[in-house]
């Protein structure tokens, strides 16, 4: 029984890391393009308030979601009249709420990458007559390439090991809101540390491999550049 729920809470881990890192670069994307092209004085707000998640502890975004996703709440009854349902302590409450948390993830990479991308090339390229979407889908997207896949790397990655917002705003339903961080924390509190060191050592290894990939796609710029320099050190 208790293998048949970490099961499920492994597919509801995996389903709501997944969607959540797809609306992550969907929403993050045009975010970090405008915060990278912004010339204001206002900048350093918008930062600041993206990347508060990185500072704020989860249990106050939490509760704030909470409030806000409370079926009394204004923004909880238009969920419920546009969905049929209620909003707190659904699988959709958890995603929304991971998508908050974890916005910084993938904006700042991103942002980074488009700083770095310079104007030479894409105002050529719209001399030349390519529209904006031209420009993104076959210029910006395949010199940043490595930075999306950072991005979503680290979205998913960082979503996958969410505790308190998930609990806040999702509670433990299983199959619907019970995710792997809260199972791990049910068996510790029914002192069963087996399936606890089972859970804790399959999330170490995951995450293990998953910040390997992200150092190796980071890494190989570095060396195609050295390659074409010449420096083999």
């Given at each position: 029984m208790e293998y048949s729920n970490d099961w499920l809470a492994l597919w509801t881990t995996?389903?709501?890391?997944?969607l959540t890192t797809l609306l992550l670069l969907i929403?993050?994307?045009p975010l970090a393009w405008y915060l990278a092209n912004l010339r204001s004085r206002y900048k350093v707000i918008i930062e600041a308030i993206v990347a508060l998640p990185l500072v704020l502890p989860p249990t106050v975004l939490g509760f704030y979601l909470l409030i806000t996703f409370a079926p009394n709440s204004a923004f909880g009854k238009l969920w419920q009249q546009l969905f049929g349902y209620q909003l707190a302590f659904s699988f959709s409450a958890i995603v929304l709420g991971s998508v908050l948390y974890s916005l910084p993830f993938v904006v700042q990479p991103l942002q980074k990458a488009f700083e770095q991308l310079g104007d030479n090339m894409l105002q050529a390229a719209a001399m030349l007559g390519a529209g904006p979407?031209?420009?993104?889908?076959n210029i910006v997207l395949p010199m940043t390439k490595a930075s999306f896949i950072t991005a979503a790397s680290l979205g998913f990655a960082h979503t996958v090991g969410e505790f308190g917002v998930v609990l806040m705003i999702g509670g433990n339903i299983p199959g619907e809101t019970r995710v792997l961080s809260i199972a791990l924390f049910d068996h510790v509190e029914a002192f069963n540390y087996q399936?606890?060191?089972l859970l804790a050592f399959a999330l170490i290894i995951a995450s293990t491999v998953l910040l390997s990939l992200i150092y190796l796609l980071n890494h190989r710029p570095k060396n195609h550049h050295q390659q074409l320099s010449g420096d083999d050190r």
């Open positions: 995996i389903k709501m890391a997944g929403l993050g994307t979407i031209d420009r993104f889908f399936q606890a060191h």
